[in-house]
């Protein structure tokens, strides 16, 4: 099972930032938060990680709570084509231990 | 790169018959997924291989379904015989071998409908 609950879908304006939030209140010390989405009809795509510290890349930022018992993956100017299905994953890292993908997020880009 | 190569991209049968689904990870990569995606379900792990070699198969559905990964760079995925139940999209991922994390590379997925 998925050791992350996620709203099922959210809304977001266009040019706006859009907050996607994850609980995983039972994260281990070794477990790191992974975010990947998936757009309509392609494979999943890695988005971020990150363990203690917040995480920024070209593509979004990670703001883990200093309990890491929850996140949130923002998106800071959202387009029309980060209209997608977000999932929130707890894992150790260096593992190889499977992805497991809940249901994840779907976030609509309104123009 | 070309990325994580499947084939077919859509494949249509009729129930009964054998199934063959084809992927090539992306050079150097060690590790190879079969994941499978359904509406009700989701998207599921099936099998995954580490050099090759199948190292959990837990989430492989019944022995209809079965996976090989003769060489680095080609491994299939093929059910025998197939169901309606069967028809899902049924993606392949790959990763290199790395330190802290593990970032799984997509590929686009078979859309496989059994009638």
């Known amino acids: 099972d998925a050791k992350t609950t996620q709203p099922p879908s959210m809304d977001c304006a266009e040019g706006r930032a859009a907050n996607l939030p994850c609980n995983h209140s039972?994260?281990?010390?070794?477990?790191?938060v992974y975010w990947y989405r998936q757009i309509h009809s392609q494979g999943p795509q890695y988005i971020i990680h990150?363990?203690?510290n917040n995480e920024t890349n070209e593509m979004a930022s990670l703001i883990i709570t200093e309990d890491r018992k929850s996140s949130t993956l923002i998106l800071p100017h959202a387009t029309l084509r980060d209209t997608a299905v977000y999932y929130c994953?707890?894992?150790?890292?260096?593992?190889?231990?499977?992805?497991?993908f809940g249901k994840g997020t779907r976030l609509h880009i309104l123009p | 790169d070309a990325g994580v190569i499947q084939s077919p991209r859509h494949e249509v049968t009729e129930m009964g018959q054998e199934v063959t689904l084809r992927c090539k990870p992306i050079s150097g990569h060690d590790y190879l997924f079969w994941y499978r995606q359904t509406m009700m379900r989701g998207l599921e792990l099936l099998i995954y291989?580490?050099?090759?070699?199948?190292?959990?198969d837990s989430g492989m559905p019944e022995d209809r379904f079965s996976a090989k990964m003769p060489n680095a760079s080609f491994s299939t995925l093929k059910i025998q015989p197939s169901e309606p139940r069967d028809s899902a999209v049924y993606f392949c991922a790959s990763r290199p071998t790395s330190g802290d994390y593990n970032e799984q590379f997509f590929g686009p997925g078979t859309r496989l409908t059994v009638l």
């Open positions: 039972t994260i281990s010390g070794n477990e790191y």
């Open positions: 291989f580490n050099n090759n070699v199948p190292i959990d």
């Open positions: 990150g363990l203690k």
């Open positions: 994953i707890v894992r150790e890292g260096g593992r190889d231990d499977k992805i497991i």
